[in-house]
Structures are given as C-alpha cells and as structure tokens.
C-alpha cells in the first residue's frame, strides 16, 4: 500500500515538474539526439509536453490500472514461479497482494527514470546549441537497469521454487 501512494505522490511530482519545465522551454525543443548527444530532432513546446503526459498517462495506466486487474485475473494467466502453491485459495490474497506491490515498486522507478530523462532534456535544452549528457543519460539507464534487477530478484524471492515450510 505504501509503494502504491508513493507511485501516486511520483505521478503528482512528474506531472508539477512537467508544467514547470515545459514553461521554461524553448518554443521549439530538441528532444531526439545522437549518440553524441547532438540534437537531430525536435517538437513544439506544447508537443513536448503533450509526449510526456501521454508517457505518464500510459505508464500509469500500467502501474495503477494493471494491478486492480491483477487481483480479477484466472490464476492461469497469472505466470509466477510454484504457481499452484502460491495461487492456492489460503495464499492467493496475500501472492495477489505481493504482487500488486511489486507492480508499484517497479512503476516508481519507471517514473524517476521518465523525470530524469525529463530534467536531461530541460538542461540540454538550456545550452545553446542544445547538448544531451550522454554520459548522465547511460548513468539513468545504468540506475535504472540496477534497480529493475534488484526488484525482480526480490520478486523472486518472495516466489521461491520450492515451497517454503
């Protein structure tokens, strides 16, 4: 329950530094870049802003909506290790729970990325010309991937194999 309000307190935060950086930004904003971190694409201020609030919109769409789905799904369509153990009538509620926690867990760092990336963008846009950190972009993603490992190596451990007595 918690992960899920922080998830909500995220989307809040994403959206507030969204309106407050897409005031701050040129009318028209470089937001495709080579690997050089050299601009070769962009939008409109108010394309910019539109992208970004349809990522969140879709993001949380996944994150928040999935996961009351989650509990309304056939355990067949549910794919998690020990499946019949941890899916049994006694232990469904608490698996459906875990998982639906596991779900916020992971849309918080999904968000944080998309507001990382967002503030890359603001400063890139601040320089003239427009210059991505490329380095500070591979360090998100880096961040990123560290995090995703470490959420599903807990989800595997709170679905082990073997049944735990």
């Not at 990336?117 to 961040?143: E, I």
Request: proline fraction near 5%; aromatic fraction near 8%; hydrophobic fraction near 55%.
């Amino acid at each position: 329950m918690r992960a899920r309000l922080l998830l909500v307190l995220l989307y809040v935060a994403a959206i507030g530094q969204l309106a407050w950086i897409g005031s701050q930004m040129p009318d028209t904003v470089a937001t495709h870049f080579d690997a050089a971190g050299h601009p070769n694409g962009g939008m409109t201020r108010a394309g910019m802003v539109g992208f970004q609030l349809m990522m969140l919109g879709i993001t949380a769409a996944a994150f928040l909506g999935l996961p009351v789905l989650l509990g309304r799904l056939s355990p067949t369509l549910v794919n998690i290790p020990n499946k019949e153990y941890w899916l049994a009538p006694e232990r469904r509620a608490a698996s459906m729970a875990a998982l639906q926690n596991w779900m916020a867990v992971m849309g918080c760092g999904v968000v944080v990325l998309l507001m990382a990336v967002t503030a890359l963008l603001q400063h890139a846009n601040r320089m003239s010309p427009p210059q991505l950190s490329s380095a500070a972009l591979l360090a998100c993603l880096g961040a990123f991937l560290v995090y995703t490992v470490g959420t599903i190596v807990a989800l595997y451990r709170r679905f082990p194999r073997a049944q735990r007595t």
